[in-house]
T-cell receptor, first 113, second 115 residues
C-alpha cells in the first residue's frame, strides 16, 4: 500500500459529461502529481501541485483542470468528455516539490461511452 | 520534449533466469527511478538512484545510474513467477530544473515468466 488514496476506482460516463477524480496524498507529502495512462501513450504527466500551488504543467488539455486544497488532497476535473479521454488516471505524491520519489495510487479507470 | 527509450518492449523468460532491461534518454536526468506495475494497480517504486554511477540493490533487483546521466539499467536475478508485470524506468530532473519533481516515463517492459 503506497499510502496514496484515489477515488473512485472506476467511473463510467457519457460523452460531454464532467467528472471529478479525487486524490489523498501520503501523510506528510506536500506535492501531488496527476498522470494519464493509456495503451498508446503510456504514462503522461498532466500537472503537479506543491503545497496548494500549481508547480508544473504537462500535456493537460484545457478541458481538464486540477487543484490542491489546504488539507493537501487534490481533485482533477475533466469536462466535455470525449471517447479519447478513456484512460487510467493516476495520482502520485512526493515529500517535496523535487528530488524525492513519487508514490502512486491505484488509479481511477475512466470509461467514456 | 524529453523522451525515454526503454528496451526491450517485452521479454518471455523461464523461471530462474536473469533479466536485464535498460533506458536511454536524449537529455540528462538527476534522478532515475524504476517502477513495477501489476494489472489494475498503480506503479510501485522499486529502486531510486540519485548519483551518476550509483549501483543500488533491492533484494534480487539491481539498478545503475549511468555515468553520462542519460541512461539506467535494471537487472533481476533468478526470476520468479511473481516478477511478472510491466517495468517502467523514469527520469526526474529534480532541483534546478524547470520540471521540478515530475517524472518522464519510458514505455515499459512487459515481463512474462514461465514456471
Amino acid at each position: 500500500d503506497s499510502g496514496v488514496t484515489q477515488t473512485p476506482k472506476h467511473l463510467i460516463t457519457a460523452t460531454g459529461q464532467r467528472v471529478t477524480l479525487r486524490c489523498s496524498p501520503r501523510s506528510g507529502d506536500l506535492s501531488v502529481y496527476w498522470y494519464q495512462q493509456s495503451l498508446d501513450q503510456g504514462l503522461q504527466f498532466l500537472i503537479q501541485y506543491y503545497n496548494g500551488e500549481e508547480r508544473a504543467k504537462g500535456n493537460i488539455l484545457e478541458r481538464f483542470s486540477a487543484q490542491q486544497f489546504p488539507d493537501l488532497h487534490s481533485e482533477l476535473n475533466l469536462s466535455s468528455l470525449e471517447l479519447g479521454d478513456s484512460a487510467l488516471y493516476f495520482c502520485a505524491s512526493s515529500a517535496w516539490g523535487s528530488g524525492s520519489p513519487l508514490h502512486f495510487g491505484n488509479g481511477t479507470r475512466l470509461t467514456v461511452t | 520534449g524529453q523522451q525515454l527509450n526503454q528496451s526491450p518492449q517485452s521479454m518471455f523468460i523461464q523461471e530462474g533466469e536473469d533479466v536485464s532491461m535498460n533506458c536511454t534518454s536524449s537529455s540528462i536526468f538527476n534522478t532515475w527511478l524504476w517502477y513495477k506495475q501489476d494489472p489494475g494497480e498503480g506503479p510501485v517504486l522499486l529502486i531510486a538512484l540519485y548519483k551518476a554511477g550509483e549501483l543500488t540493490s533491492n533484494g534480487r533487483l539491481t539498478a545503475q545510474f549511468g555515468i553520462t546521466r542519460k541512461d539506467s539499467f535494471l537487472n533481476i536475478s533468478a526470476s520468479i513467477p511473481s516478477d511478472v508485470g510491466i517495468y517502467f524506468c523514469a527520469g526526474q530532473l529534480g532541483a534546478g530544473g524547470t520540471s521540478y519533481g515530475k517524472l518522464t516515463f519510458g514505455q515499459g517492459t512487459i515481463l512474462t515468466v514461465h514456471p
